[in-house]
């Protein structure tokens, strides 16, 4: 007897647990975490802010080749690992869905809207994930006075606030090597201190319709710039940097020419991000029948554990164990270089410096500057 009373109980206890657990089972279903909505549905009624996204860096953060190449080689490096580091910046939605072998579409949306416009706090101390998101019905933004059908909105100041950017634009490796350093290379600038943040420069406010006509109309006309660029834009690198020839000094033998090279758009560092990126000043000197020239080369060196400078930019996350060379040039900084020639034997002298961003194969010129030096012939056929 008092053994079927256990049987039952057991039985009971058991048919009790299965409910239970199926109850709870199906309780986190429903409560299963929210996902993340497509740009593409967001493009019904946002269409040019998607226009501009769609034609941009942070859209193509998968698919850019040369970000394809990189990662393919971390991947097989590793043996898989890399993607854990990669993904968490290059589609940021794997925080959440766990999809860091891109499965689903959502993933390979990249820095996506919904991303970005989920962001509640960004905690920098939390390398490995520093987002704190509420996904759903909720779309923050720069804005307070607006209402729409489709989703809910709350205003954030982190939408005019560089720390948004910090949790990608950031980054210090497991050996402790800080890779990217642009937040705090602005942190540390005038620009923060003046409250000139990512975004007034990156995203500046254009004509443009915030939704299209038909779902509403509104007065306010403009919209923050969501082809957030640089480097992959010559009039953004135009605007960054100056090339001045200071001074030249005519000695006996030598010419000496003093060039200023400021940094006078970029709010960090330039060159900033991933240390491929170089500038390169180059000056040179001319007559009808001779040609010289110099240069300097400002740049961010890495070095891996054995000391062998780091090349590759996908190995650069995970290999970089020290910084071994750095002068780049800081916000507002004028960075005065001086060159010695030897005195040509034509007297008709030209004398021009100009700035060469390089990155890989694309060479751009931001600045140009030539000094056709008349004077001189006199001075030097004393
Ligand atoms: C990298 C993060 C990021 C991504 C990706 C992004 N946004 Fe934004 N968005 C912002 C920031 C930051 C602002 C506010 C800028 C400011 O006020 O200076 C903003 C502003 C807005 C606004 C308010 C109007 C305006 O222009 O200020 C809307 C609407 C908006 N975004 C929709 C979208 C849509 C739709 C997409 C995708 C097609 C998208 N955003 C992608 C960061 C992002
Ligand atoms: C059915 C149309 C519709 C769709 C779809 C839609 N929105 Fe909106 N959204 C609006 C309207 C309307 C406003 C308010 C505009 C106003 O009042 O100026 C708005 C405002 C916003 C704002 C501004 C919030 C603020 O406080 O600054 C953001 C950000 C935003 N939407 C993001 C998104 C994102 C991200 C998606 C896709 C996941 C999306 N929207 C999908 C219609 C839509
Ligand atoms: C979730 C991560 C993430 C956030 C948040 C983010 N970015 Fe980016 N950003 C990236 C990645 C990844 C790339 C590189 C894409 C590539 O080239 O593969 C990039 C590229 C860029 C570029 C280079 C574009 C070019 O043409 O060279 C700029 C500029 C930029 N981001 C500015 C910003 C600004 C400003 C913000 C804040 C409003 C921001 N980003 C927020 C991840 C992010
Ligand atoms: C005063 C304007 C200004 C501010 C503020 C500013 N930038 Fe830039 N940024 C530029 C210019 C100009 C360039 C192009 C020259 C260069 O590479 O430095 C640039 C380049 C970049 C690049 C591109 C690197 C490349 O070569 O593709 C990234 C990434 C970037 N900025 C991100 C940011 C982030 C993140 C912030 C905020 C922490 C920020 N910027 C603040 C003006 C600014
Ligand atoms: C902390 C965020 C973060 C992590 C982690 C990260 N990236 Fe990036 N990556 C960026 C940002 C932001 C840029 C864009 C501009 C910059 O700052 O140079 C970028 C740019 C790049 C570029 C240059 C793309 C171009 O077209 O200019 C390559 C290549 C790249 N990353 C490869 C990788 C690989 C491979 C990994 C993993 C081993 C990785 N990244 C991990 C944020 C990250």
Not at 106 to 134: A, M, Q, W, Y
Not at 178 to 205: D, F, R, V
Not at 266 to 289: C, D
Request: charged share 25%.
């Amino acid at each position: 007897m008092a053994r079927k009373m256990t049987i039952w109980s057991i039985l009971i206890l058991g048919i009790f647990l299965f409910f239970l657990h199926s109850h709870v089972g199906s309780k986190s279903a429903l409560q299963k975490a929210p996902t993340f909505t497509s740009s593409e549905s967001c493009k019904e009624c946002h269409e040019e802010i998607h226009n501009h996204w769609k034609n941009a860096m942070h859209s193509m953060s998968i698919e850019d080749p040369i970000f394809k190449a990189a990662y393919m080689e971390s991947y097989l490096n590793t043996a898989g690992e890399a993607k854990f580091n990669c993904m968490r910046c290059h589609a940021p939605v794997s925080l959440i869905n766990n999809d860091y072998d891109l499965k689903n579409e959502i993933t390979r949306e990249g820095v996506s809207c919904d991303f970005c416009h989920s962001v509640k706090k960004v905690n920098l101390d939390n390398r490995d994930n520093p987002f704190e998101l509420e996904i759903g019905e909720t779309k923050r933004g720069p804005l307070s006075n607006v209402d729409s059908p489709a989703h809910k909105t709350e205003p954030s100041s982190l939408f005019k606030s560089s720390e948004l950017c910090a949790g990608c634009h950031e980054y210090t490796n497991d050996k402790g090597v800080k890779i990217l350093g642009t937040y705090s290379e602005w942190k540390e600038s005038p620009y923060a201190e003046e409250g000139t943040h990512c975004q007034n420069c990156h995203m500046p406010l254009i004509i443009g319709k915030i939704v299209k006509p038909e779902i509403k109309a509104i007065k306010q006309k403009r919209i923050n710039l969501h082809a957030i660029s640089a480097s992959h834009s010559t009039e953004q690198l135009q605007k960054a940097v100056k090339v001045e020839i200071k001074n030249i000094h005519l000695e006996e033998d030598v010419i000496e020419v003093v060039v200023g090279v400021t940094n006078s758009g970029s709010g960090h560092f330039v060159p900033t991000g991933i240390p491929a990126r170089k500038l390169i000043l180059l000056v040179e000197l001319r007559t009808p029948n001779e040609y010289f020239s110099q240069q300097r080369i400002y740049q961010k060196i890495m070095q891996d554990e054995s000391g062998k400078e780091i090349k590759k930019e996908g190995t650069v996350f995970l290999q970089a164990a020290k910084i071994s060379f750095d002068n780049r040039i800081k916000p507002r900084e004028t960075r005065m270089e001086r060159f010695a020639f030897a005195k040509p034997r034509n007297k008709k002298i030209t004398i021009t410096a100009r700035v060469d961003y390089l990155y890989r194969t694309a060479i751009l010129r931001p600045t140009e500057m030539r000094v056709i030096m008349a004077e001189d012939v006199k001075m030097m056929s004393k």
